[in-house]
């Protein structure tokens, strides 16, 4: 082994030593992948005391203590952290969020089909011309059949509304509900 690994492992076992002969709160496993709308466990173990359980981003998961184990719920796909506090110390998960339609067919390509009408709609549906949020989605497969159809005058989206089918527009419609 080289020096230098050597001094790291020393460093890393040093770090990794509690200070105290007190038992330190853990929590497993220390990392986590959820989906979205998705609930996982975590078991907490050698806690001293209450114990508290914190979210480092409530808009990503949700959490809630169970007894001697953590509920976590993904909320919004990105990145966070539970931290479960005792009297003594500290423990700290890292918990992914996934897409949950990433995962599937139809659905996964929602993301996709949805990205189409960002350049008009804005990100997320969001601006441009006509912001297509909120009860807007819902309307999305019926507004575009109609527009499908519709006379001239809405050529934008008439074009656009016949490249899809009933599916597709299903899909991008969940996606963008989501958003
Ligand atoms: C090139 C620009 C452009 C793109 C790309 C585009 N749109 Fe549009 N969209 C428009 C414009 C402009 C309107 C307003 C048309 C009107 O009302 O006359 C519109 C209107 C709509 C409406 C009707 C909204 C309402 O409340 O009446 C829906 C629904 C819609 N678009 C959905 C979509 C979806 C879904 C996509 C992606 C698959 C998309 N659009 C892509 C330009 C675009």
Known sequence: ?????????????????????????TVSPSTLSVGMGETKTLAIQGATGAVSV??????????RLAGSAVEVTGLQAGTAKVTVKDKVSSAIASVTVT?????????GSGR???????????????????????????????KMREMALSAPGNDIMKAHSQGYTDEQLKALADWLAKQ
């Open 112 to 142: 996709l089909l949805a990205s189409n009408c960002y350049q008009c709609h804005g990100t997320n549906g969001s601006g441009g011309f006509k912001p297509i949020r909120g009860e807007a989605v819902l309307e999305i497969p019926k």
């Open 99 to 107: 897409q949950a339609a990433a995962s599937g067919g139809a659905a």
């Open 1 to 25: 082994m080289g020096a230098l690994a050597g001094a790291l492992l020393a460093a890393l076992a040093a770090g990794m030593i509690p200070q105290e002969a007190q038992a330190r709160v």
């Open 54 to 63: 914190k979210s480092s981003d409530a808009s990503k998961i949700g959490v």
